[in-house]
């Protein structure tokens, strides 16, 4: 299985418009170790012919640029099979919007992240230009399905959504009491290799459910938005604390460092990196304590083959 990082920030992206943290604005004057993030991406393939995104950030066209796989081999072409989303975020989905150049999108979701995304969102219509242009892939959690290509053909892997602790997205709370298909992650799986990545990419806590997602996966890509639960208190950036947003942090007793210790299967990644996370410093402290665990921080273009 190929995995290639398109973004690896959490929302906003690094730096972020509207940020003068110290992170942010070191790294515009390149006075940091660290470089510019996008918003979280991935894209997978068993066969490098066919993709399958992982989230459709904001900055999805960039993205797409970035990675010749993921150019047209025509006229009219996209070699994006499929696009799964691991909730209704904005920075996870809204680059589905940029892709309404009549031209036919498979979306697996959950039926809950659909609907939030498509229930009364008038800009929904510029993707139902025609009968088809997005196709709809229901996502139960537990549920294991083939993800294929156009046409029907599979594409090697399958996917297995895991319900993880989250809620709903920002626009829509208040709206609906939190579901358990708010927020997923994913095992995805090589069946002629029988290697499996396991993408959790938010995360409010660690729960059985959890550990058994990540269970004999050759890959795991985690939750990495926030290293202390107090950190945009700390910076003076506003009065959310990490488990306000359903991010479990990095550091700390309970932090997800802890509590994976124990948990070495295969290699890890952390990604989702808000803007204001020490461990986007490379010569930081925190980065030296993840990495001391096994960890690696997900960057821009890192490619991994499992
Ligand atoms: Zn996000
Ligand atoms: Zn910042």
């Known amino acids: 299985m190929r995995v290639r990082v398109l973004g690896s920030a959490a929302g906003g992206g690094f730096p972020q418009w509207n940020c003068g943290c110290p992170n942010c604005r070191g790294v515009r004057r390149g006075a940091i170790a660290a470089v510019p993030r996008t ?24 993205q797409l640029e970035s990675f010749p796989a993921l150019h047209p081999r025509g006229p009219r072409d996209s070699p994006i099979a499929g696009i799964l989303l691991t909730n209704g975020d904005l920075d996870h989905c809204l680059g589905l919007l940029s892709l309404r150049e009549s031209y036919p999108v498979t979306v697996y979701a959950t039926d809950r992240v659909r609907r939030g995304f498509t229930d009364g969102n008038v800009l929904y219509r510029t993707l139902e230009r025609f009968d088809g242009q997005v196709a709809w892939r229901s996502l139960t959690p537990g549920r294991e399905e083939a993800l294929t290509v156009p046409g029907g053909a599979p594409s090697g892997l399958t996917v ?11 626009h829509l709370m208040g709206r609906f009491p939190p579901d358990r298909e708010d927020n997923v992650g994913f095992r ?28 004999g996966a050759a890959c795991v890509f985690f939750d990495g938005t926030f290293w202390s639960n107090d950190e945009l208190v700390a910076l003076g950036l506003g009065s959310q604390r990490a488990e306000d947003m359903a991010h479990l942090p990095i550091g700390g007793t309970g932090g997800s460092l802890a509590a994976l210790a124990d948990h070495r299967s295969g290699r890890r990644v952390y990604i989702h990196i808000n803007n204001t996370n020490p461990i986007l410093r490379e010569d930081s402290a925190e980065r030296a304590a993840v990495e001391a665990g096994g960890w690696t921080v997900a960057h821009d273009g890192m490619e991994l083959e499992l």
């Open 39 to 62: 918003q979280e991406s991935v894209a997978v393939s068993a066969d490098g012919e066919a993709w399958f995104l992982l989230n459709a950030s904001p900055e999805i066209r960039g």
């Open 160 to 170: 297995t959504a895991v319900a993880l602790p989250g809620k709903p997205p920002v």
């Open 188 to 215: 995805i799986l090589e069946r002629s290799t029988g290697r499996v990545l396991a993408y959790l990419s938010g995360v409010a806590a660690v729960t059985p459910e959890v550990l058994r997602a990540l269970d």
